[in-house]
């Protein structure tokens, strides 16, 4: 197999990778890659978006799904979705930056929601892919929020999954509690021990766990970018996000908890439900804040039901009067 080291555009968008394929794609060289059966299953693709590599997996044909992954994950955290959604959909997970399998050079200097906001639109507009169906887990539902915010004409609906918008809450602190013990591990050099740490705050005491191995797997392997990530000023990393800015988002939403998840996580939903005009808020039972690797059917089949509801025809709508 050939390898090659190609620069897609000026600034980061290079890196050394196997390829047999190469095409320009809306004036973007995308690169299908072939993945070591080691590291994963799927061909996996690159393009540069924002001046930066962006990692990403995809199948089916149709109007596209993206699903934009948390903290300490990457796109293989939507394994579960990817055979049931690219049925009569296309449906794209990417990989955000820092992320594994993206090349990580240097301890990231800037790492906020608004950044990654600004990738993701530079990844939909890279693959010509508006509007979608987006969909964000964890921080990524923050990132999405922004995405929704400031670019509606991006977005056919979203679909927000817990998002840590922790100035939803009347009282919190600067930073999370697990937040702060997970940086002390961090500065002790217990990565594997921060990363459990890190995941029992927020999914609940023990759950690291119980997670399937390859899940497990793939949080460690994203530890570094975690280093850096809690690293940042806690007015980059959780920035105030108000209600205000909630009602800008006029897409069809939905808010997704787990009947199980951590209090903060569904106070802050509630929240959102109140502030987002087009809202509305679903439980998947048996799941705590990982909904999509814990109970990935339920999960499934609320947001193809979604997904379906919102691409019906207005006068299919009307004529069974529902919504």
């Known amino acids: 197999m050939l390898l090659l080291s190609v620069p897609l555009i000026a600034g980061e968008c290079h890196a050394p990778f196997s390829s047999k394929f190469v095409s320009a794609f809306s004036g973007v060289l995308v690169f299908l890659l072939v993945a070591p059966a080691a590291i994963s299953g799927p061909n996996i693709r690159h393009v540069c978006a924002n001046g930066v590599d ?7 044909r149709g109007t596209p799904i993206l699903l934009v992954h948390g903290s300490l994950s990457d796109f293989t955290m939507w394994s579960a979705q990817m055979d049931v959604l690219g049925r009569n959909h296309r449906v794209i997970a990417l990989s955000r930056r820092y992320h594994w399998p993206n ?24 693959l010509g892919l508006a509007p979608v169906h987006l969909v964000g887990h964890s921080y990524g539902g923050f990132v999405c929020a922004y995405v929704a915010k400031d670019h509606p004409e991006l977005v056919r609906s979203l679909t927000l999954i817990e998002p840590p918008i ?13 937040v702060t013990t997970a940086l002390d591990l961090f500065a002790k050099g217990e990565d594997d021990s921060t990363v459990k740490s890190f995941i029992s705050g927020v999914h609940g005491p023990g759950s690291f766990e119980r997670l399937p191995p390859k899940i ?3 949080m460690l392997l994203n530890a570094h970018e975690m280093r850096a990530e809690l690293r940042m000023p806690p007015e980059r990393y959780f920035p105030a996000f108000t209600c205000d800015d909630a009602r800008r988002i006029t897409m069809p939403t939905l808010l997704v908890t787990g009947t199980n998840s951590p ?19 679903t439980e998947i039972p048996a799941a705590s804040h990982g ?4 109970n990935p059917e339920a999960f499934n089949h609320a947001l193809l039901k979604f997904v379906v509801q919102v691409e019906k025809p207005l006068s299919s709508v009307k004529k069974t009067g529902r919504t």
């Open 54 to 60: 962006l990692a990403y997996v995809e199948k089916g």
């Open 103 to 126: 090349v990580l050079k240097e301890e990231p200097k800037d790492y906020a929601p608004q950044l990654h906001a600004q990738d993701v639109v530079a990844f939909i507009q890279a």
């Open 166 to 178: 922790f100035s939803f809450l009347s009282s919190h602190p600067e930073r999370p509690p697990f």
């Open 216 to 218: 497990q797997e793939h």
């Open 263 to 281: 209090s903060s996580f569904r106070a802050i939903l509630a929240q959102s439900h109140v502030c987002v005009p087009s809202s509305s808020v």
């Open 291 to 294: 909904v999509q690797f814990e």
